[in-house]
């Protein structure tokens, strides 16, 4: 493992942490009939305003004017309310065994795009990783609508991983946060305005960790991508699986079928393994 890999491990594992717990607490927001795209909404429209204070000085003139920033914002748009849709109704560990194809397809992207090295034991290994998502999602005997829409969110989320690494020395990492959460906050205005829940306690505290968690795991991830090629940060991605099995578990009783456990574990064990490949 080089240099800049060490150095991005930390950050990378705690923000792999943070970003399924605010999916958890997105999960308990939708099941108690809030709508996904508010929550979706609120996590950019708070996280900037949590960011702001930190991050405006950083951002450089002419920065929401290049046309990297709002594609790679809007392809994690695209992924918290496809994500957001599906833990609507399906487990949290399923729907992160379905979301794990964008692992894949960054890596695909990132060698084919970026020209990142290629390695034909990291290919064997996101075979492998594609047939733990098969197991999971159950296409064509068991796929549901939700499953649909965590895989679409992967996807999203694969775009968004290689777009983090091409446009990394664009700004700083904190201008790279601010700058997605200001365009999510603006496409998402009016749908997430539109569809605004009766405020309780419960509902504005869920609100507010929903947005920290997103916030906080994105900016680490921002920073460790910064640090560490793409291809070397993608297995990383995979440790969320432990986190998203533990919390559905613990808050909504949800335990993996054999067929998901299955996927779930391949996934892991095809996501850690990549560690321990050597660039061809």
Known sequence: MDANTLRALPLMVLAMALIPAGDAAGKLLTTAGVA??????????????????FAFRAVAPGLFADWRVWLRALFIVGGIVSILTALRTEPIANVFGAFFVGPIFSWLLSVW???????????????????????????????????????????????YLVMSRWIGGVARPRALLLSQLVIGGLVLA?????????????????????????????????????????????????????????????LFRDVPDGFAFAGLAILLISGLAGLLAKRA
């Open 36 to 53: 996904p795209v508010f929550v979706a909404w609120s996590r950019f429209a708070l996280g900037a305003l949590m960011v702001a204070p």
């Open 113 to 159: 795009l970026l020209r990142e090295p290629f390695s034909v034991l990291r290919l064997g290994l996101v075979c492998l990783g594609f047939v733990g998502v098969i197991l999971v999602v159950k296409p064509g005997f068991g796929m549901t609508p939700g499953l649909g829409f965590a895989v679409l969110a992967g996807l999203f989320y694969g775009g």
């Open 190 to 250: 009016i749908p997430g305005l539109s569809a605004l829940p009766a405020f309780t306690p419960h509902v504005a505290g869920l609100t507010l960790v929903s947005a920290f968690c997103s916030m906080a795991g994105n900016f680490l991830l921002i920073l460790a991508y910064r640090r560490a090629e793409a291809s070397r940060m993608a297995p990383f991605v995979y440790t969320q699986l432990i986190w998203a099995t533990v919390l559905g578990a613990a």
